[in-house]
T-cell receptor
């Protein structure tokens, strides 16, 4: 049974700091890995999708890496802003299995 | 592109009644739709997977007679919570996948908050 773990559970940083969120999964047989953002009481916003054959994806200030063999992914956020404050979830496919998320707070 | 909507966004119902939640893919045909449930401060848990024209596949522990899923077209899936109880109060989120090639990317709706009184 696939299990997804996200560390840390919560993170508070000052504005402008670069930060890394971690995601690990137990079964390396995945189709893809997605990173999402969820604002309080809202649905999910897809940030990045990495196919199983890829090593990383970039979008703006976000960079996600995937090491399938070790069952790990990281989400790197550069120059964090208060608007980045949200819960970040990673999930592995085919049937998406989600981690519990990292709640990020960026302080002005 | 790849927009998924849900209706209603928020619903309150009395215990014992049924409530229907709609999930629509607005600009693509969704071969597969998924229904998730999220309790406060918990992550999303997959409830069921549905393919257009087929019966839904439910995850272990999810009562198929209580959570009725219909995927009648390539753009619409519905989840009906029957005989709702307060413990069914949760945030329900659907997603849709066009399964183009091997992408399997899922696009999520904004969610429906259900409160059963």
């Amino acid at each position: 049974k696939q299990e997804v773990t996200q560390i840390p559970a919560a993170l508070s940083v000052p504005e402008g700091e670069n930060l890394v969120l971690n995601c690990s999964f137990t079964d390396s047989a995945i189709y893809n890995l997605q990173w999402f953002r969820q604002d309080p009481g809202k649905g999910l916003t897809s940030l990045l999708l990495i196919q199983s054959s890829q090593r990383e994806q970039t979008s703006g200030r976000l960079n996600a890496s995937l090491d399938k063999s070790s069952g790990r992914s990281t989400l790197y956020i550069a120059a964090s802003q208060p608007g980045d404050s949200a819960t970040y979830l990673c999930a592995v496919a085919l049937k998406l299995v989600f981690g519990k998320g990292t709640k990020l707070t960026v302080n002005p | 592109g790849a927009v998924v909507s849900q209706h209603p966004s928020w619903v309150i119902c009395k215990s014992g009644t049924s409530v229907k939640i709609e999930c629509r893919s607005l600009d693509f045909q969704a071969t597969t739709m998924f229904w998730y449930r999220q309790f406060p401060k918990q992550s999303l848990m997959l409830m069921a997977t549905s393919n257009e024209g087929s019966k839904a596949t439910y995850e272990q522990g999810v009562e198929k007679d209580k959570f009725l899923i219909n995927h009648a077209s390539l753009t619409l899936s519905t989840l009906t919570v029957t005989s709702a109880h307060p413990e069914d109060s949760s945030f329900y989120i659907c997603s849709a996948s066009a399964t183009s090639g091997a992408s399997y990317e899922q696009y999520f709706g904004p969610g429906t908050r259900l409160t059963v009184t």
